[in-house]
Protein backbone atom coordinates (compact mmCIF):
# COMPACT_ATOMS: atom_id res chain seq x y z
CA UNK A 1 0.00 0.00 0.00
CA UNK A 2 2.32 2.39 1.08
CA UNK A 3 4.72 1.43 -2.18
CA UNK A 4 2.04 2.46 -4.81
CA UNK A 5 1.92 6.28 -3.71
CA UNK A 6 5.85 8.98 -4.27
CA UNK A 7 6.55 10.20 -0.47
CA UNK A 8 9.22 11.65 1.82
CA UNK A 9 11.55 9.12 2.57
CA UNK A 10 12.81 9.70 5.27
CA UNK A 11 11.69 11.45 8.45
CA UNK A 12 14.20 14.03 8.35
CA UNK A 13 12.78 14.50 5.10
CA UNK A 14 9.40 14.70 6.43
CA UNK A 15 10.17 17.14 8.72
CA UNK A 16 12.67 19.38 6.69
CA UNK A 17 9.40 19.04 3.92
CA UNK A 18 6.72 20.06 6.25
CA UNK A 19 9.00 23.33 7.29
CA UNK A 20 9.60 24.14 3.58
CA UNK A 21 5.81 24.86 3.28
CA UNK A 22 5.37 26.38 6.04
CA UNK A 23 8.40 29.13 5.82
CA UNK A 24 8.08 31.22 3.03
CA UNK A 25 6.62 34.83 2.46
CA UNK A 26 4.54 34.56 5.28
CA UNK A 27 7.69 34.91 7.82
CA UNK A 28 9.83 37.35 5.81
CA UNK A 29 6.92 39.39 4.45
CA UNK A 30 3.46 38.95 5.76
CA UNK A 31 4.35 38.47 9.27
CA UNK A 32 6.31 42.00 9.65
CA UNK A 33 3.56 44.18 7.10
CA UNK A 34 1.00 42.70 9.18
CA UNK A 35 2.91 43.47 12.05
CA UNK A 36 3.34 47.03 11.65
CA UNK A 37 0.06 47.93 10.25
CA UNK A 38 -1.57 45.93 13.32
CA UNK A 39 0.93 48.12 15.76
CA UNK A 40 3.37 45.60 16.92
CA UNK A 41 4.07 43.57 20.19
CA UNK A 42 0.19 42.89 20.76
CA UNK A 43 -0.61 41.33 17.22
CA UNK A 44 2.95 39.59 17.80
CA UNK A 45 1.49 38.24 20.87
CA UNK A 46 -1.75 37.06 20.24
CA UNK A 47 0.20 35.62 16.75
CA UNK A 48 2.29 33.49 19.31
CA UNK A 49 -0.67 32.50 21.32
CA UNK A 50 -2.44 31.27 17.99
CA UNK A 51 0.03 28.93 17.04
CA UNK A 52 0.32 27.67 20.34
CA UNK A 53 -2.87 27.01 21.10
CA UNK A 54 -4.69 26.57 17.78
CA UNK A 55 -2.08 26.17 15.02
CA UNK A 56 0.04 23.19 16.48
CA UNK A 57 -3.66 21.02 16.86
CA UNK A 58 -4.63 21.89 13.62
CA UNK A 59 -1.16 20.82 12.00
CA UNK A 60 -1.04 17.45 14.02
CA UNK A 61 -4.84 16.80 12.84
CA UNK A 62 -4.13 17.54 9.78
CA UNK A 63 -0.78 15.26 9.61
CA UNK A 64 -2.55 12.42 11.95
CA UNK A 65 -5.42 12.19 8.94
CA UNK A 66 -3.46 12.53 6.30
CA UNK A 67 -1.34 9.39 7.15
CA UNK A 68 -4.15 7.93 8.02
CA UNK A 69 -5.62 8.20 5.18
CA UNK A 70 -3.00 8.42 2.69
CA UNK A 71 -4.90 9.71 0.35
CA UNK A 72 -4.89 14.11 -0.85
CA UNK A 73 -7.19 16.17 1.07
CA UNK A 74 -10.18 15.52 -1.00
CA UNK A 75 -9.77 11.64 -0.96
CA UNK A 76 -8.99 12.13 2.97
CA UNK A 77 -11.40 13.82 4.02
CA UNK A 78 -14.09 12.25 2.03
CA UNK A 79 -12.97 8.75 3.27
CA UNK A 80 -12.15 10.06 6.88
CA UNK A 81 -15.78 9.55 8.17
CA UNK A 82 -17.38 6.68 6.82
CA UNK A 83 -21.21 7.63 6.05
CA UNK A 84 -20.31 11.17 6.06
CA UNK A 85 -18.62 12.58 2.66
CA UNK A 86 -20.04 15.30 3.30
CA UNK A 87 -16.52 16.50 5.00
CA UNK A 88 -14.85 16.51 1.69
CA UNK A 89 -16.45 20.04 1.51
CA UNK A 90 -12.73 20.54 3.37
CA UNK A 91 -11.10 19.07 0.84
CA UNK A 92 -12.70 21.43 -1.91
CA UNK A 93 -12.63 24.56 0.38
CA UNK A 94 -8.88 24.21 0.29
CA UNK A 95 -8.19 23.75 -3.06
CA UNK A 96 -9.96 26.88 -4.05
CA UNK A 97 -8.07 28.49 -1.02
CA UNK A 98 -5.03 27.01 -2.74
CA UNK A 99 -5.72 29.39 -5.92
CA UNK A 100 -6.67 32.85 -3.59
CA UNK A 101 -3.23 32.25 -2.06
CA UNK A 102 -1.19 31.36 -5.24
CA UNK A 103 -2.67 34.20 -7.02
CA UNK A 104 -1.31 37.00 -4.56
CA UNK A 105 1.56 34.55 -3.34
CA UNK A 106 3.02 34.52 -7.24
CA UNK A 107 2.81 37.80 -7.41
CA UNK A 108 4.83 39.03 -4.21
CA UNK A 109 6.99 36.35 -5.22
CA UNK A 110 7.79 37.51 -8.49
CA UNK A 111 9.01 40.85 -6.60
CA UNK A 112 11.27 38.72 -4.63
CA UNK A 113 12.63 37.45 -7.62
CA UNK A 114 13.02 40.85 -9.56
CA UNK A 115 14.56 41.82 -6.63
CA UNK A 116 17.75 38.53 -7.07
CA UNK A 117 18.08 40.55 -10.29
CA UNK A 118 17.47 44.08 -9.62
CA UNK A 119 20.98 44.45 -6.51
CA UNK A 120 22.54 41.88 -8.73
CA UNK A 121 22.87 45.03 -11.13
CA UNK A 122 23.06 47.12 -8.45
CA UNK A 123 26.11 45.38 -7.00
CA UNK A 124 27.33 45.26 -10.69
CA UNK A 125 26.80 48.80 -11.84
CA UNK A 126 27.66 50.48 -8.40
CA UNK A 127 24.16 52.63 -7.77
CA UNK A 128 23.23 52.46 -4.96
CA UNK A 129 20.70 50.72 -2.49
CA UNK A 130 17.43 49.75 -3.86
CA UNK A 131 14.51 52.47 -2.43
CA UNK A 132 10.65 52.54 -1.93
CA UNK A 133 10.39 54.14 -5.15
CA UNK A 134 11.92 51.57 -7.14
CA UNK A 135 9.49 49.26 -5.24
CA UNK A 136 6.88 51.20 -6.01
CA UNK A 137 7.36 52.02 -9.86
CA UNK A 138 7.50 48.13 -10.40
CA UNK A 139 4.60 46.71 -8.39
CA UNK A 140 2.27 49.46 -10.10
CA UNK A 141 3.78 48.70 -13.38
CA UNK A 142 1.56 46.15 -15.34
CA UNK A 143 4.26 44.22 -17.66
CA UNK A 144 7.05 44.14 -15.05
CA UNK A 145 4.85 42.10 -12.48
CA UNK A 146 3.13 40.43 -14.32
CA UNK A 147 6.28 38.83 -16.36
CA UNK A 148 8.22 37.42 -13.00
CA UNK A 149 4.71 36.57 -11.98
CA UNK A 150 3.90 33.94 -15.04
CA UNK A 151 8.32 33.28 -14.43
CA UNK A 152 7.35 32.12 -10.95
CA UNK A 153 4.47 30.15 -11.64
CA UNK A 154 6.83 28.57 -14.95
CA UNK A 155 9.83 28.20 -12.92
CA UNK A 156 7.61 26.12 -9.55
CA UNK A 157 5.87 24.18 -11.87
CA UNK A 158 8.83 22.26 -13.03
CA UNK A 159 9.51 21.44 -9.62
CA UNK A 160 6.46 19.77 -8.89
CA UNK A 161 6.29 17.90 -12.14
CA UNK A 162 9.71 16.01 -11.43
CA UNK A 163 7.39 14.90 -8.18
CA UNK A 164 7.33 14.86 -4.53
CA UNK A 165 10.33 13.20 -3.09
CA UNK A 166 12.50 14.09 -5.15
CA UNK A 167 11.20 17.69 -6.22
CA UNK A 168 10.15 18.68 -2.86
CA UNK A 169 12.80 17.22 -0.37
CA UNK A 170 15.79 17.75 -2.74
CA UNK A 171 15.31 21.56 -2.96
CA UNK A 172 14.86 22.46 0.40
CA UNK A 173 16.65 20.72 2.69
CA UNK A 174 19.98 22.54 1.62
CA UNK A 175 18.40 25.88 1.70
CA UNK A 176 17.14 26.31 5.39
CA UNK A 177 19.90 26.76 6.62
CA UNK A 178 21.59 28.81 5.00
CA UNK A 179 18.34 31.04 4.74
CA UNK A 180 18.30 31.31 8.86
CA UNK A 181 22.44 31.89 8.92
CA UNK A 182 21.61 34.94 6.55
CA UNK A 183 18.84 36.51 9.14
CA UNK A 184 20.86 35.95 11.70
CA UNK A 185 23.25 38.03 10.12
CA UNK A 186 20.82 40.76 9.23
CA UNK A 187 19.57 40.63 12.83
CA UNK A 188 23.04 41.68 14.29
CA UNK A 189 23.04 44.14 11.58
CA UNK A 190 19.83 45.88 12.23
CA UNK A 191 20.15 45.87 16.26
CA UNK A 192 23.62 47.08 16.20
CA UNK A 193 22.18 50.80 14.11
CA UNK A 194 21.38 53.76 16.34
CA UNK A 195 17.95 53.76 17.25
CA UNK A 196 17.40 50.19 16.83
CA UNK A 197 16.06 49.46 20.04
CA UNK A 198 12.39 51.09 19.09
CA UNK A 199 12.01 48.60 16.74
CA UNK A 200 12.50 45.64 19.37
CA UNK A 201 9.82 47.89 21.56
CA UNK A 202 8.00 47.60 19.02
CA UNK A 203 8.06 44.09 18.28
CA UNK A 204 8.15 42.97 21.89
CA UNK A 205 6.92 45.93 24.29
CA UNK A 206 2.19 45.19 23.66
CA UNK A 207 0.65 47.90 23.78
CA UNK A 208 -3.31 46.17 24.21
CA UNK A 209 -5.26 49.13 23.68
CA UNK A 210 -3.86 48.39 19.64
CA UNK A 211 -6.30 45.21 19.88
CA UNK A 212 -9.29 44.58 18.33
CA UNK A 213 -11.61 41.88 17.15
CA UNK A 214 -9.98 42.50 13.54
CA UNK A 215 -6.86 42.56 14.82
CA UNK A 216 -6.96 39.11 16.64
CA UNK A 217 -8.91 37.77 14.39
CA UNK A 218 -6.02 38.61 11.23
CA UNK A 219 -3.40 36.91 13.78
CA UNK A 220 -5.59 33.81 14.01
CA UNK A 221 -5.67 34.10 10.23
CA UNK A 222 -1.62 34.46 9.97
CA UNK A 223 -0.69 31.80 12.47
CA UNK A 224 -3.32 29.44 10.36
CA UNK A 225 -1.62 30.98 6.83
CA UNK A 226 1.93 30.56 8.45
CA UNK A 227 1.78 26.72 9.23
CA UNK A 228 -0.33 26.40 5.89
CA UNK A 229 -2.91 25.27 7.65
CA UNK A 230 -7.06 24.70 7.16
CA UNK A 231 -6.64 24.22 3.53
CA UNK A 232 -5.58 20.98 3.19
CA UNK A 233 -1.80 21.29 2.45
CA UNK A 234 -0.55 19.87 5.84
CA UNK A 235 -3.16 16.83 5.17
CA UNK A 236 -1.42 16.19 1.94
CA UNK A 237 2.25 16.36 3.62
CA UNK A 238 0.76 13.96 6.27
CA UNK A 239 0.01 11.37 3.71
CA UNK A 240 3.17 11.33 2.21
CA UNK A 241 4.50 11.03 5.66
CA UNK A 242 6.04 6.80 6.43
CA UNK A 243 5.02 5.78 9.88
CA UNK A 244 8.94 6.73 11.11
CA UNK A 245 7.66 10.07 11.53
CA UNK A 246 6.11 10.60 15.61
CA UNK A 247 3.28 13.27 14.78
CA UNK A 248 3.53 15.98 17.89
CA UNK A 249 7.12 16.31 18.13
CA UNK A 250 7.85 16.46 14.42
CA UNK A 251 4.85 19.35 14.44
CA UNK A 252 6.01 21.37 17.42
CA UNK A 253 9.39 21.60 15.58
CA UNK A 254 7.55 22.55 12.43
CA UNK A 255 5.88 25.21 14.52
CA UNK A 256 8.97 26.31 16.81
CA UNK A 257 11.09 26.64 13.53
CA UNK A 258 8.80 28.25 11.28
CA UNK A 259 7.93 30.96 14.31
CA UNK A 260 11.50 31.40 15.05
CA UNK A 261 11.69 32.96 11.02
CA UNK A 262 9.25 35.17 11.58
CA UNK A 263 10.65 36.78 14.97
CA UNK A 264 14.33 36.77 13.43
CA UNK A 265 12.70 38.06 10.11
CA UNK A 266 11.00 40.72 12.66
CA UNK A 267 14.00 41.52 14.27
CA UNK A 268 16.24 42.03 11.00
CA UNK A 269 13.24 44.51 9.67
CA UNK A 270 11.68 46.34 12.74
CA UNK A 271 14.75 48.01 14.06
CA UNK A 272 16.03 49.44 10.94
CA UNK A 273 12.56 50.80 10.25
CA UNK A 274 13.02 52.71 13.32
CA UNK A 275 16.90 53.18 12.77
CA UNK A 276 16.18 54.46 9.34
CA UNK A 277 12.60 56.46 10.06
CA UNK A 278 10.76 53.93 7.70
CA UNK A 279 6.64 53.95 7.99
CA UNK A 280 6.41 50.70 10.12
CA UNK A 281 2.75 50.61 8.52
CA UNK A 282 4.05 51.23 5.09
CA UNK A 283 2.12 47.38 4.13
CA UNK A 284 3.19 45.37 1.80
CA UNK A 285 6.74 46.99 0.63
CA UNK A 286 8.13 46.98 4.29
CA UNK A 287 10.11 44.07 3.52
CA UNK A 288 11.59 45.47 0.08
CA UNK A 289 12.43 48.58 1.39
CA UNK A 290 13.97 47.92 4.49
CA UNK A 291 16.30 45.14 4.18
CA UNK A 292 17.80 46.64 1.01
CA UNK A 293 18.83 49.60 3.50
CA UNK A 294 19.89 47.08 5.98
CA UNK A 295 22.73 45.83 3.89
CA UNK A 296 23.54 48.86 2.36
CA UNK A 297 24.95 49.29 5.78
CA UNK A 298 27.30 46.51 5.37
CA UNK A 299 30.77 45.76 3.49
CA UNK A 300 29.66 43.78 0.81
CA UNK A 301 25.95 44.77 1.09
CA UNK A 302 24.87 44.75 -2.25
CA UNK A 303 26.06 41.08 -2.66
CA UNK A 304 24.19 39.95 1.00
CA UNK A 305 21.05 41.64 -0.41
CA UNK A 306 21.30 39.23 -3.61
CA UNK A 307 21.77 36.50 -1.40
CA UNK A 308 19.16 37.22 0.95
CA UNK A 309 16.61 37.51 -1.77
CA UNK A 310 17.72 34.79 -3.75
CA UNK A 311 16.83 32.34 -0.37
CA UNK A 312 13.79 34.45 -0.21
CA UNK A 313 13.12 33.00 -3.24
CA UNK A 314 14.26 29.54 -2.62
CA UNK A 315 11.74 29.74 0.87
CA UNK A 316 9.34 31.23 -1.06
CA UNK A 317 9.42 28.31 -3.58
CA UNK A 318 9.04 26.12 -1.37
CA UNK A 319 5.90 27.34 0.32
CA UNK A 320 4.09 27.70 -3.28
CA UNK A 321 5.16 23.94 -3.84
CA UNK A 322 3.07 23.25 -0.98
CA UNK A 323 -0.02 24.82 -2.46
CA UNK A 324 0.46 24.14 -5.68
CA UNK A 325 0.52 20.31 -4.43
CA UNK A 326 -3.24 20.24 -2.95
CA UNK A 327 -4.81 20.68 -6.25
CA UNK A 328 -2.47 18.61 -8.57
CA UNK A 329 -2.69 15.64 -5.96
CA UNK A 330 -6.09 15.73 -6.52
CA UNK A 331 -5.81 16.33 -10.01
CA UNK A 332 -3.31 13.66 -10.35
CA UNK A 333 -4.66 11.24 -7.24
CA UNK A 334 -8.36 11.44 -7.80
CA UNK A 335 -9.23 12.27 -11.59
CA UNK A 336 -6.75 10.56 -12.87
CA UNK A 337 -5.06 13.53 -15.20
CA UNK A 338 -1.38 12.45 -15.80
CA UNK A 339 0.92 15.07 -13.07
CA UNK A 340 2.13 17.18 -15.67
CA UNK A 341 -1.13 18.01 -17.53
CA UNK A 342 -2.49 18.42 -13.74
CA UNK A 343 0.53 20.48 -12.90
CA UNK A 344 -0.42 22.67 -16.29
CA UNK A 345 -3.91 23.24 -15.77
CA UNK A 346 -3.28 24.44 -12.26
CA UNK A 347 -0.95 26.44 -12.88
CA UNK A 348 -3.28 28.47 -15.89
CA UNK A 349 -6.01 28.64 -13.31
CA UNK A 350 -3.84 30.49 -10.68
CA UNK A 351 -3.37 32.76 -13.79
CA UNK A 352 -6.99 33.61 -14.09
CA UNK A 353 -7.01 35.19 -10.44
CA UNK A 354 -3.20 35.81 -10.35
CA UNK A 355 -3.12 38.44 -13.04
CA UNK A 356 -5.93 40.53 -12.18
CA UNK A 357 -4.44 40.48 -8.48
CA UNK A 358 -1.18 41.67 -10.03
CA UNK A 359 -2.94 44.71 -11.97
CA UNK A 360 -5.13 45.48 -9.03
CA UNK A 361 -1.64 47.39 -7.25
CA UNK A 362 -1.60 49.52 -10.33
CA UNK A 363 -3.79 50.19 -13.60
CA UNK A 364 -6.74 48.39 -12.29
CA UNK A 365 -6.45 50.07 -8.48
CA UNK A 366 -10.12 51.45 -8.97
CA UNK A 367 -11.44 48.50 -9.45
CA UNK A 368 -12.79 47.93 -5.52
CA UNK A 369 -14.82 45.28 -3.63
CA UNK A 370 -15.61 45.78 -0.19
CA UNK A 371 -13.44 49.00 -0.13
CA UNK A 372 -10.50 46.16 -1.16
CA UNK A 373 -8.27 46.03 -4.36
CA UNK A 374 -8.23 42.20 -5.64
CA UNK A 375 -5.54 41.70 -4.34
CA UNK A 376 -6.29 42.59 -0.96
CA UNK A 377 -9.90 41.16 -1.04
CA UNK A 378 -8.47 37.29 -2.37
CA UNK A 379 -5.93 37.79 0.63
CA UNK A 380 -8.21 38.63 3.24
CA UNK A 381 -11.00 36.10 2.25
CA UNK A 382 -8.34 33.52 2.40
CA UNK A 383 -6.63 34.37 5.80
CA UNK A 384 -9.75 35.69 7.99
CA UNK A 385 -12.73 33.66 6.53
CA UNK A 386 -11.18 30.21 4.65
CA UNK A 387 -8.26 28.97 6.59
CA UNK A 388 -9.78 29.57 9.72
CA UNK A 389 -13.28 27.86 9.05
CA UNK A 390 -11.28 25.24 7.43
CA UNK A 391 -9.26 24.71 10.61
CA UNK A 392 -12.37 24.52 12.88
CA UNK A 393 -13.85 22.08 10.30
CA UNK A 394 -10.65 19.86 10.67
CA UNK A 395 -10.95 20.50 14.48
CA UNK A 396 -14.81 19.29 14.59
CA UNK A 397 -13.86 16.29 12.09
CA UNK A 398 -10.60 15.07 13.95
CA UNK A 399 -11.72 16.00 17.38
CA UNK A 400 -15.57 14.85 17.50
CA UNK A 401 -16.06 13.22 14.42
CA UNK A 402 -13.03 10.69 13.81
CA UNK A 403 -12.78 7.61 16.88
CA UNK A 404 -10.86 9.09 19.19
CA UNK A 405 -9.09 5.88 20.11
CA UNK A 406 -8.15 5.74 16.33
CA UNK A 407 -6.58 9.30 15.99
CA UNK A 408 -4.61 8.72 19.00
CA UNK A 409 -3.52 5.24 17.77
CA UNK A 410 -2.39 7.14 15.23
CA UNK A 411 -0.62 9.77 17.00
CA UNK A 412 0.97 6.81 18.85
CA UNK A 413 2.73 5.59 15.75
CA UNK A 414 6.47 5.01 16.47
CA UNK A 415 6.78 6.60 19.94
CA UNK A 416 7.44 4.67 22.76
CA UNK A 417 4.93 3.97 25.03
CA UNK A 418 2.06 6.22 26.31
CA UNK A 419 2.58 9.80 25.61
CA UNK A 420 0.76 12.38 27.81
CA UNK A 421 1.56 15.20 25.40
CA UNK A 422 -0.40 13.05 22.88
CA UNK A 423 -3.85 13.76 24.84
CA UNK A 424 -3.12 16.86 25.97
CA UNK A 425 -2.78 17.98 21.96
CA UNK A 426 -5.45 15.48 21.46
CA UNK A 427 -7.73 18.07 24.37
CA UNK A 428 -6.50 21.08 22.59
CA UNK A 429 -7.69 19.38 18.79
CA UNK A 430 -11.42 18.47 20.35
CA UNK A 431 -11.86 21.76 22.59
CA UNK A 432 -10.00 24.39 23.13
CA UNK A 433 -8.35 25.40 19.74
CA UNK A 434 -12.43 24.73 17.82
CA UNK A 435 -13.67 26.68 20.85
CA UNK A 436 -10.92 29.56 20.74
CA UNK A 437 -11.87 29.76 16.68
CA UNK A 438 -15.43 30.73 16.92
CA UNK A 439 -14.52 32.83 19.37
CA UNK A 440 -11.81 34.61 17.50
CA UNK A 441 -14.05 34.60 14.56
CA UNK A 442 -17.61 35.89 16.21
CA UNK A 443 -15.89 38.73 17.97
CA UNK A 444 -13.48 39.47 14.70
CA UNK A 445 -16.63 40.52 12.97
CA UNK A 446 -18.16 42.35 16.16
CA UNK A 447 -20.98 39.90 17.25
CA UNK A 448 -19.87 40.65 20.83
CA UNK A 449 -19.46 44.89 20.63
CA UNK A 450 -22.91 46.83 22.09
N1 LIG B 1 3.00 28.93 4.99
C1 LIG B 1 3.34 29.60 3.79
C2 LIG B 1 4.09 30.89 4.12
O1 LIG B 1 4.08 31.32 5.22
C3 LIG B 1 2.14 29.91 2.93
C4 LIG B 1 1.21 28.77 2.73
C5 LIG B 1 -0.10 28.88 3.15
C6 LIG B 1 1.65 27.60 2.14
C7 LIG B 1 -0.97 27.83 2.99
C8 LIG B 1 0.78 26.54 1.98
C9 LIG B 1 -0.54 26.66 2.40
O2 LIG B 1 4.67 31.50 3.27
Redesign the pocket.
Known amino acids: MEKQRDGFVSSVGAFTATVA ?7 IW ?1 FPYLAGVNGGAAFVLTYLLAVALVGLPILVAEHAIGRKMRKDAVGSYAAVVPQEGFWVVIGYAGIV ?2 FF ?1 MAF ?1 SDVAGWVFSYIYKSLVAALTGTGPLDGKAFESMVRGSGEPLLWQIGVLIFVSFIVVAGVSKGIERATKLTMPVLLGLLLLCDIRALTLPGAFKGVEFLFAPDFSKLSGAVILSALGLA ?6 G ?1 G ?1 MTTYGSYMPHSVRIVPNATRVALA ?1 TLVSLLAGLAIFPAVFAFGFEPASGPSLLFISIPAVFSKMPLGTLFTVLFFLLSAL ?2 TG ?2 I ?2 IE ?1 PVAWLSGKMNVKRSAAVLITALGILVLGVPATLSLGPWAQVKLFNMVIFDLLDYIQQNLL ?1 PLGGLAIAIVAGWRVVASDLIQELEIAEKGKKCYIYAVYGFIKYISPALIVLVFLNGFGIFSK
Open positions: SAVGLGNKAAIYFFKLSLMTDAAAMSLVL
